[in-house]
Every structure is written in structure tokens, then in C-alpha cells.
């Protein structure tokens, strides 16, 4: 269905009213496969094929298991800052912080570089991912002041949304960040995509995360891999970027240096795996 076109009524100024051919399938495959998944859920859950025993095997797929999210939503509510009170400062706050902002800004150079691979572009120069390091540091503080309970970074799956749909256009993408503020303030819309299973779910990010991890491991092949000192980078930089973050959370308070909040800088840190394994600059 990918060189399927879909034939939709357009008006052009000396043609006057014509049939435009649309690629909808090719651009849209990721949406129309959640929607179609999503309806799927929805009339098995209305038919009660899928079981209302939460311990049964396909009870998660079920739609209505968070309608109580929609009823307690309000149909508009406008976000403004100090909404949850004065902000408040401490060491351990800004030091944990601090670790999840180093290690976001260390996943970020990959997700740039990986975007620009995907978008058909030169990898970005330093000046250009300065920008964007900046940019993610100035959300932010404008998250924390509006009281969100989370910093604002790239996101590996929206680059992976590029891979699939051929779109890297940057105006599309301050569309949806416009469209993505206004679902915010309507509480009612914005609550009904919580609805959306989590097989759902987990069958997007295996699409999209794994496409990532495909562009990234693309890369080498820039690489000379016919150098022993290449393949202990990128054998070293695989197995303790997988290995760490899986250790450091199968053994919780594992660091104790008896003070904690480096506890807490250094669990963050070694917890992710962009920074314990490094990123493609790594190989060289």
C-alpha cells in the first residue's frame, strides 16, 4: 500500500476544482496503524472478547481501563506559571537535576546525529548541537517554572517518526509542538489518548525505538572496522552501555560513598546508557 495514492478533491487557481492524488499510506503509517490497533481494542472491549480479569492474558488490551482519567479531566484548563506554588530549591534537588540534565544532554548528540542521518542531512557541527543543548536547558527552566514535573529533550521515537515517514520538514514539526499545546489545555481530548492500550504502546516503541538503534548502528559503516582499536571501542561502548544501566538498576543503592546526593549523581549517571557507553564520536 506504500505507492498507493488516495484520490482527495482540491482546488487549484487555473484548474479550478480537481482530483489530487494523495500518498496517505505513505505518510501516515505509524497513525494509521495505532488508529486501526486502537479501534481493533475498542470493539473487543465493547463485545467483552477481551477478559475483565485483570490477571487474564489480554486484559491490558482493553480501552475502558482508564476512563476515569477522562471523567476527572477538565474540558479546558490553562497552564500558567507557579500553578503548583512557589518553586522550591534544595542541594539534592538540584544535583539530581543536574545528573538527569548531563546525561539527557549526552543522549541528545546521538538523537542529533541520528536525526540528521535520517533527514538526509550532514551531521551537524558543534555550533548547530550547541544550539540545540542550549534550547533543551532553556525548556527546561520554562517546564520548571510551569510546574510540568519534567525537563524538555529530543526524543528517540520522534526521530525514529522521521525514518518511517520520510517527513523532516521543520515547519510540520512547529505544527505539531503548536497542536501538541493546544491538546494541553483541552483536558477532556488530551485525556482520551491515555485510553490507547499499553500493547499499543509497546508495539510503537519497538517500531520506532528500533529504528533508532538500526540508524545508529548505520553509522559505521563510515567506520573502519578492519581496526582492532575500532572494534574494542564498539564492542566496549555495546556491552557496558547495555550491561551498567541493567546492573545499577537490579541492585538499587548499590553506590554509597556516605554522602547522598552524589549517591543520587552518580546512580542517575551510570543508569543511562548514552553515557556509560558514549556516543558515536566515540568511534573513531
Known sequence: MRNLNVPCFGWKKNKGCAV??????????????????????????????????????????????????????????????????????????????????????????????????????????THAINRGICMEGIGCILAGLWGTGNGSTSYSSDIGSIGITKVGSRMVWIVFAIISMLLGCFGKLGAVFVTIPDPVIGGIFITLFGLVVA??????????????????????????????????????????????????????LMGTGMFVGGDRKSVV
Open 215 to 268: 540508524v545508529g548502528i548505520s553509522n559505521l559503516q563510515f567506520v573502519d572496522l578492519n581496526s582492532t582499536r575500532n572494534l574494542f571501542i564498539t564492542g566496549s561502548a555495546i556491552i557496558l552501555g547495555l550491561s551498567v544501566p541493567k546492573w545499577m538498576k537490579t541492585n538499587p543503592g548499590v553506590i554509597d560513598t556516605g554522602i547522598p546526593d552524589l549517591n543520587q549523581v552518580i546512580t542517575v
Open 20 to 125: 489530487n492524488r494523495f500518498p496517505f499510506f505513505k505518510l501516515f503509517p505509524v497513525i494509521l496503524s495505532v488508529l486501526l490497533v486502537w479501534l481493533l481494542c475498542y470493539i473487543l472491549t465493547i463485545t467483552d472478547v477481551l477478559p475483565n480479569d485483570k490477571d487474564s492474558y489480554g486484559y491490558d488490551a482493553r480501552t475502558d481501563l482508564k476512563n476515569q482519567i477522562i471523567a476527572d479531566s477538565k474540558w479546558f484548563r490553562f497552564p500558567y506559571p507557579g500553578q503548583w506554588g512557589m518553586p522550591t530549591v534544595s542541594a539534592a534537588g538540584v544535583l539530581g537535576m543536574l545528573a538527569g540534565a548531563l546525561s539527557t544532554a549526552i543522549e541528545s548528540v546521538g538523537d542529533y546525529y541520528a536525526c540528521a542521518r535520517l533527514a538526509g542531512a550532514p551531521p551537524p557541527p
